[in-house]
């Protein structure tokens, strides 16, 4: 697999934010869930039961997560990348589960450890150079996502942080998987998005959409764009023509591995969440939903964690992923979906289709 993190960093070598429910429609997580899988391993307390003990045997003493409990693992993907993937995936998962991690403060002093003085978060370990603009921006977001599901604040203001990506619109340079990290760094510190970065990169966004609504001829870029709007609230440009594309393209076993394994690694759990929140849970999005509900369903090893794909190894970011496209699909029983900081908690698993998000 490629090194660097979240879709690829695969491809490269936010206390108190608003939750603005405008117009919240009354939401039943069980709709989603579709023609439910029929196997013993469709009981969902049972799943949710292995999945946190495999978080917990991930717990370190020093309050961090490691990839896996099996010591010569190294990780992939995002827990490759940098050591505050797995312990933000760990709070951003217990949160709406009303789970508590095993050493909560240690974890929260766990990452804030990785805050520089200019309000930087780096990675102390993984394989990202924590000086390049994409581990900045990364670790600096993890940093303040799983400090905020750990109910702590930074303890240096990181806001201006991100400024460095706005002049002369040095964000373009990055991937695209990286635009919907704006909004949720703000959303998580609780600050306003700043409007002119807002525009800038929805101009960006605009400007590169194709007809099809994808961006980038790929589900997980597209993912990232349907995320971006949903965090500042407004309709996704497209919506429809993308829904079209993400039901077309989902391979006959419930997955859409499509490109490279790597490309794809988190595939399933974002064209779940765009025909979630863009879908109105018509039929057709709901068999989807139930088809790729299944497929994750396979990737559950014996040790009760997750592989990026069926018969993988378990990994900490693929737990977070294919158990948070099972939560999506409605088979987790006891989510509260329904936390005022919702959108807050990673990539979206627990945000509600038809309520309006955004920052202060």
């Not at 994808?214 to 996704?236: C, E, M, S, W």
């Not at 014996?302 to 190894?313: C, K, M, R, V």
């Not at 900081?341 to 202060?360: C, F, K, N």
Request: net charge negative; hydrophobic share 40%.
């Amino acid at each position: 697999m490629k090194s660097t993190s979240r879709r690829n960093l695969l491809q490269w070598s936010l206390i108190g934010a608003a939750v603005v429910p405008l117009h919240a429609v009354a939401f039943d997580t069980t709709a989603f869930a579709g023609e439910a899988p029929t196997t013993a391993d469709s009981d969902g307390q049972k799943i949710k039961d292995l999945t946190f003990q495999f978080i917990e045997k991930c717990a370190r003493k020093d309050g961090g997560y490691s990839p896996s409990p099996e010591s010569n693992y190294k990780g992939s993907s995002d827990t490759a990348e940098s050591d505050l993937a797995a312990v933000t995936y760990a709070a951003t998962l217990a949160k709406p589960e009303g789970r508590k991690l095993a050493h909560a403060e240690k974890s929260a002093d766990f990452i804030q450890h990785h805050q520089q003085p200019e309000g930087v978060f780096v990675n102390l370990a993984g394989n990202l150079d924590p000086h390049a603009d994409l581990a900045v921006l990364y670790n600096t977001v993890q940093g303040v996502v799983g400090l905020r599901a750990l109910g702590e604040k930074p303890r240096v203001n990181p806001v201006h942080v991100v400024d460095r990506f706005f002049e002369n619109n040095a964000f373009a340079k990055l991937p695209w998987y990286t635009v919907s990290f704006f909004p949720l760094f703000y959303a998580a510190l609780g600050v306003a998005f700043p409007p002119t970065y807002r525009t800038a990169l929805e101009h960006h966004l605009k400007e590169h959409q194709a007809a099809d609504g994808y961006l980038g001829d790929h589900v997980a870029a597209t993912f990232h764009l349907v995320h971006f709007y949903r965090l500042i609230g407004q309709p996704t440009p497209k919506a429809d023509a993308i829904v079209q594309r993400v039901l077309h393209d989902q391979r006959p076993d419930g997955g859409w591995q499509l490109k490279a394994p790597d490309w794809d690694v988190h595939s399933c759990f974002d064209a779940v969440f765009i025909l979630r929140q863009l879908g109105g849970n018509s039929p057709a999005c709901r068999a989807a939903i139930a088809k790729a509900a299944r497929w994750a369903l396979r990737c559950q090893n014996a040790d009760g964690g997750f592989g990026h794909y069926p018969g993988l190894p378990s990994d900490m970011d693929a737990v977070y992923f294919q158990f948070g496209t099972l939560i999506q699909a409605g088979l987790i029983p006891g989510t509260n979906f329904h936390l005022p900081d919702a959108e807050t908690l990673s990539w979206g698993h627990v945000m509600q289709p038809g309520v309006i998000y955004r920052t202060t």
